[in-house]
């Protein structure tokens, strides 16, 4: 069974830090891998998308790589501002076409 | 096309009651998923349409909810007598696939409070 984890649980950094946020999935039999970012209270915005064939992806101050041997993905956010602060989940898409999801990171950009 | 919709956007009701909630996909995306979120959580699958197919159903998905994806197009999530524990953001993604998915696009939620 897939799981998906996602470590910290919670992240406070002042502005203008560079940061890392993990994913790790049990099971390396996934079709992508995708990033989101959910503010409080609302539906979730979709970051990057990883399909299984790839290394990483970049769009704007953020990428996302992906390991799928160790099953390991890692966002990096660079030169963080106030308006990053959310919640960032990771999910996958497993072999039965359903995204398993992690319970996400909380981060706060202290300005 | 502005992307995926849901209605209503919050709905409370009484224990006990039906609602029905929908979601309005990207158009040429063929799936659909159905997911709920809880505080502090990430979302949980519920169900999934290809088309109109319903191709698979999460033990979640007690016999008190069931949900149809008439002509491939929108979908309708339906509770059945509702409970305090079914109080939840409910999530509609909609993504197109072909053997290679492409990006799944979620909607707002229907955020259900059931008192």
């Known amino acids: 069974k897939q799981e998906v984890t996602q470590i910290p649980a919670a992240l406070s950094v002042p502005e203008g830090e560079n940061l890392v946020l993990n994913c790790s999935f049990t099971d390396s039999a996934i079709y992508n891998l995708q990033w989101f970012r959910q503010d409080p209270g609302k539906g979730l915005t979709s970051l990057l998308l990883i399909q299984s064939s790839q290394r990483e992806q970049t769009s704007g101050r953020l990428n996302a790589s992906l390991d799928k041997s160790s099953g390991r993905s890692t966002l990096y956010i660079a030169a963080s501002q106030p308006g990053d602060s959310a919640t960032y989940l990771c999910a996958v898409l497993d072999s039965n076409y359903q995204l398993i999801w992690g319970a996400g990171t909380k981060l706060i950009i202290k300005p | 096309d502005t992307g995926v919709s849901q209605n209503p956007r919050h709905k409370i009701t009484k224990r006990g009651q039906n609602v029905t909630f929908r979601c309005d996909p990207i158009?040429?995306?063929?799936?659909l998923y159905w997911y709920r979120q809880t505080l502090g959580q990430g979302p949980e699958f519920l169900t999934y349409?290809?088309?109109?197919?319903?191709l698979e159903k999460s033990r979640l998905l007690s016999d008190r909810f069931s949900a149809e994806r008439p002509k491939g197009s929108f979908s309708t999530l339906e509770i059945q007598r509702t409970e305090q524990g079914d109080s939840a953001m409910y999530l509609c993604?909609?993504?197109w696939g072909t053997g290679m998915d492409r990006e799944a696009f979620f909607g707002q939620g229907t955020r259900l409070t059931v008192v």
């Open positions: 993604a909609s993504s």
């Open positions: 158009s040429e995306h063929n799936r």
């Open positions: 349409f290809q088309n109109e197919a319903q």
